[in-house]
């Protein structure tokens, strides 16, 4: 049986957009027929010498954990994914995991929170990703979102920023009343990237 | 095909001369028990600063290229204009059109960062 990297692999780092759906099939394909899938990629994610195959089982992990529906292995990925979180992993992999157990839709996922204060830009962009997801799920309260988005909202690095004050957006628009993130979302149209005040101007004309 | 400059240059090079020479492109060569043979020579010269610091550059450079998760998983596939849609559509419930959102954002923001590698 042909190896999942070996399966996967080119479509992971085929850079066009069109190759995502076809990798994401592939990996349909080969969990639905391998019993050991989630368990080659936990062990791919910590003990694979090629960065290459590391981040992309980190990749294939992350996925499974969104798949909410279509995998009996879902809560497996879940619950190895978060113990991966304490293992000495890159950050490519923590960022993948973080992405995955944010957006999983398990209580679980509020492990991510830990993570804002990360020293990789990477990771702690990932963290302002799917913060917001928390609270659309339902598993943690608006109120700590809030706190880590407007502490992510100060990060040094704008990529960070620019999530943060998006997902501070998103939690505004979906209801969130807090004096705290409009008062973020106000000074981030002062930021001194383009980026951030685009995000920053999505509730212009509500605050 | 293996683009990366780091794995074909000369920190390859000083790293696969620390592990004993091609330890790195053992490429799926695996003993029994699930431990690579990259990563046991790995731990074995753990301790010296030069891989470290290609550990450090390998992932800078890893982090910029492959994969990443940035879509939420049943959007891949669905084109822009099809998101838009389902954007606009009064049947679409808030939660979807909040990672509708975060999708295109994604989107956009790994168009961009294509674009600028692109440039390079």
Redesign the interface.
Known sequence: MT?W??LLLPH??D?A?A???L??SKLREYVAQSPMAVSEFE?ACI???????R??AA?CL??VM??RESYVMRPHAIAGGRELLEQDV???VI??LV??LG?SGDPIGVAVMALAAHESP?VREAVA?VV??LF??GIEEARSCVSALTQLAQDSVA?VR??AV?GLV?LI??GVSDDDASAAVVAARADPDAGVREEARGVESDT | MNQ?PI?NGDLDGRMNSAFGGG??S???VYIPG??????T??VAVGAAGGYVAH?IA??I???Q?????V???HH??VSDEDLKQLLVDPLTD??EK??I??TL???G?RRSR?NRDNKR
């Open positions: 190896g990297h070996e992971w780092l850079p957009e190759a995502e759906p990798l994401l062990l003990d694979d010498s090629d960065p290459d195959r981040d992309l990749y992350a996925r969104q798949e890159s950050p490519t960022r993948e992405v995955g957006r990477e990703m917001p997801n659309l799920d990529s620019e999530w998006f998103l628009d979906a | 990366d794995n330890t790195v053992v490429g799926g699930g431990r690579s043979l990259g990563r020579a790995a550990k390998s992932w450079w890893h982090s290229h492959g994969k990443k998760n879509e939420h998983s891949v596939g808030s939660i909040a990672k959102r975060q954002k994604g989107r923001q294509q």
